[in-house]
């Protein structure tokens, strides 16, 4: 990948200083020994140590140029506190090298000294103007800059060619052409300078301060370049010591020093206040937060913050990533361009973490490896990315994305301006998000109230006398919807059916199967002639229907006409039978629930149970019953219910015994929520009464 941007020097500041102090010390006692022992010295000697002299002076100011352009790049974008020091410490360096001390010509080793170590002093004080006018160059670069900053550096090897050939040649046309170079380097400053809204948001007391400092030092450097244009000046015959000439270069870099204070003074003059950009701020997110408590729909709040995005950058387009609970990106709004490019940059897949943390800047997606396969399709909407994330301290809402048509269109100023913006709108989205779930909580809850209405309408309310035995049923879900079930038919040939069944699971998916067992009950009961044929004639309806981990236990309980009972167990607990003489007894047969064989292997397996007539009742149940006060004072466990149906089995009717068992089963569990559903079925032998008929539920 073709990256544009030089590779920065690990040099500091100090190991600079060091190094030129070190050479700016060897030149000047050089140059002082030639002035002072000139007379003593050969000639061919003086011109060899000279022109030696002369040669290491000039590469080590090339050096050392080469050094301030690679080490600018090192630091940190500046923020108004160093510009200010900047300014500062620039105007007073300049109004130093205007007067610098008088040095009367002459020759003497110290003329020579004095002069090389002036000479090396402005060098060295206009490099530093340099290292930090660059590194605002830098900070706040174009795609055109490092082209810009190579015509910068023909442009001064222009003015010093030129200068040394008026010198050599004399032809006075060359002047025309090295003014020529110097007035391109001055456009060239001012275009290396066109990124400048980062100068823009001060108070008025940091706008006039450094409106104060930039005319100074315009108006200083103007004249101290003037003073170094002067062939004969001081300054000019210093700067010599070091390069031939190269006093031209040096009111060069003058000039484009005081060009660069202009367009500070013009930026902070006509510039927006910070206090104008904070009101503006305010009222953004004071509509926010307003929009966002008086619309309940989530596309308005979603537009305005897009809106309002745009309004607080310079961004082509924009727009809204939302994460859901489930991890999934979706764009809420855009505005400036279309879902399908936006789409194609795929931020949510190449930022990935990364969007959960601070905001991102890329000012140009062909110098940022992640976005290098996309960004030459993606040149004509968005060259250059501000990513801010919404959240707050544990969830991620989402992200704002503000995209431009050009490269290094956003500074970091953008990101902090929306970084303050950002946290109002995580509120309104957190807002948002609760006000959604709560209304998706409300109306889930409704549904499943009527759920648990319309399913306690499948069961019977009132059984009628079934051949002689009285029957009463209960049932209470652990949720609003259970998968428990009971309930009674009629076989064919009078023989009644009572039924007790229970879902494996809790809530709607087992209160689905719950009702379509009941219809699956009521279109086989009429073409069964015994309760075992039934129980088979269910487990084949359901064979290979159930779900994976979906099973289904019951027990069915058929009542012949003479009132005879033949129990059939489908992996169910055991019924309890009270005996004539009060003894309990647990009634076990062989069975598996439906659905985990086959209906030949169930057919094989299942038996049915007479029970003969001294049994005067029997209670069906499910493990929700027998597991009841698992969640607070232990399980009841079936000795434990057992113990209490014999205690009911001495009331003088089912319904009491019933009511019994409710009471004890409520009793037990308290106010905790219910482990399972729970599910029971009375049947009490009567008098013998008259059969009931028919295919009543």
């Known amino acids: 990948m073709a990256d544009h941007r030089m590779e920065s020097l690990r040099l500091t500041t100090p190991s600079l200083i060091l190094l030129g102090a070190a050479i700016g010390g060897v030149h000047a006692t050089i140059r002082g020994l030639l002035e002072g022992f000139e007379r003593w010295m050969p000639e061919w000697m003086y011109q060899v140590v000279a022109l030696v002299d002369a040669l290491g002076a000039s590469a080590a100011v090339v050096v050392y140029a080469w050094l301030i352009v690679r080490t600018s790049q090192e630091r940190q974008a500046p923020d108004m506190q160093r510009i200010r020091t900047w300014l500062r410490w620039c105007t007073v360096g300049t109004i130093g090298v205007l007067l610098l001390m008088q040095v009367p010509a002459g020759p003497g080793f110290w003329h020579g000294t004095v002069l090389t170590i002036e000479g090396g002093a402005i060098l060295a004080f206009l490099g530093w103007m340099m290292h930090g006018m660059l590194n605002v160059f830098f900070s706040y670069r174009t795609a055109r800059t490092p082209i810009l900053l190579r015509v910068v550096g023909f442009a001064l090897a222009a003015v010093l060619v030129l200068a040394w050939g008026e010198r050599i040649v004399g032809i006075e046309s060359l002047e025309a052409a090295k003014v020529f170079s110097i007035v391109l380097l001055i456009v060239l400053t001012l275009l290396l300078a066109r990124r400048r809204r980062w100068l823009r948001l001060l108070s008025r007391t940091e706008r006039w301060g450094l409106a104060g400092w930039a005319a100074a030092l315009a108006i200083s450097g103007t004249v101290a370049a003037a003073n170094l244009f002067d062939g004969q000046s001081q300054q000019a015959r210093a700067v010599a010591q070091w390069m031939a000439e190269s006093s031209a270069v040096a009111g060069s870099l003058l000039l484009m020093v005081a060009a660069f204070a202009v367009v500070v003074l013009v930026t902070v003059v006509s510039g927006e206040s910070s206090a104008e950009r904070k009101e503006f701020e305010f009222d953004a ?402 008098t013998p009464s008259k059969a009931t008929n028919g295919t009543g539920i």
């Open 285 to 686: 997110i004071t509509f926010l937060n307003r929009v966002a408590a008086q619309h309940d729909q989530s596309e308005q709040l979603y537009e305005t913050v897009v809106t309002l995005a745009l309004g607080l950058s310079e961004a082509t387009s924009a727009w809204l990533l939302l994460r859901s609970e489930s991890s999934t990106w979706t764009i809420a709004a855009i505005a400036g361009t279309d879902r399908e490019r936006a789409e194609a940059l795929h931020i949510p897949e190449v930022l990935g973490d990364a969007l959960a943390d601070d905001a991102i800047v890329i000012p140009w997606l062909r110098e940022d490896e992640r976005f290098f396969r996309i960004a030459r399709s993606a040149e004509s909407y968005a060259q250059s990315l501000l990513v801010v994330p919404l959240r707050d301290s544990e969830v991620s809402y989402g992200a704002i994305v503000l995209a431009s048509g050009r490269p290094f269109a956003f500074e970091r100023g953008d990101a902090e301006l929306l970084e303050a913006f950002a946290p109002a709108v995580s509120v309104a989205l957190a807002n948002q998000r609760l006000m959604q779930q709560a209304i998706e909580r409300e109306r889930l809850q409704r549904e499943l109230m009527m759920g648990r209405e319309i399913q306690q309408k499948l069961l019977p309310v009132n059984i009628p006398t079934l051949n002689g035995w009285e029957v009463v049923g209960w049932s209470e879900p652990a949720y609003e919807v259970g998968g428990d079930y009971y309930d009674f038919f009629w076989l064919a040939g009078g023989t009644a059916c009572v039924l007790v069944a229970d879902v494996s699971g809790k809530g709607i998916s087992a209160a689905f199967y719950m009702a379509k067992l009941k219809g699956v009950c009521i279109a086989l009961a009429p073409l069964c002639s015994d309760v075992r044929e039934f129980v088979l004639r269910i487990h084949r309806a359901f064979d290979g229907v159930l779900e994976p981990r979906v099973y289904i236990s019951l027990i069915a309980v058929g009542i012949a006409p003479d009132g005879t009972l033949h129990v059939v167990r489908a992996g169910h607990p055991p019924p309890l039978v009270a005996r004539k003489g009060g003894r309990i007894e647990i009634q076990s047969s062989p069975g598996l629930a439906i659905g985990l064989v086959r209906t030949e292997r169930f057919a094989a397996i299942t038996e049915e149970l007479s029970l003969d007539s001294s049994s005067s009742m029997v209670v069906l149940y499910t493990d929700g019953v027998i597991e009841a006060g698992l969640n607070s004072r232990g399980e009841l466990g079936i000795s434990g219910f057992a113990e209490h149906v014999a205690r009911a089995a001495m009331l003088p009717s089912a319904r009491a015994a019933a009511v019994y068992l409710q009471s004890v089963l409520r009793q037990y569990v308290g106010d905790v929520l219910l482990h399972d559903d729970m599910t029971m079925v009375v049947l009490r032998c009567s």
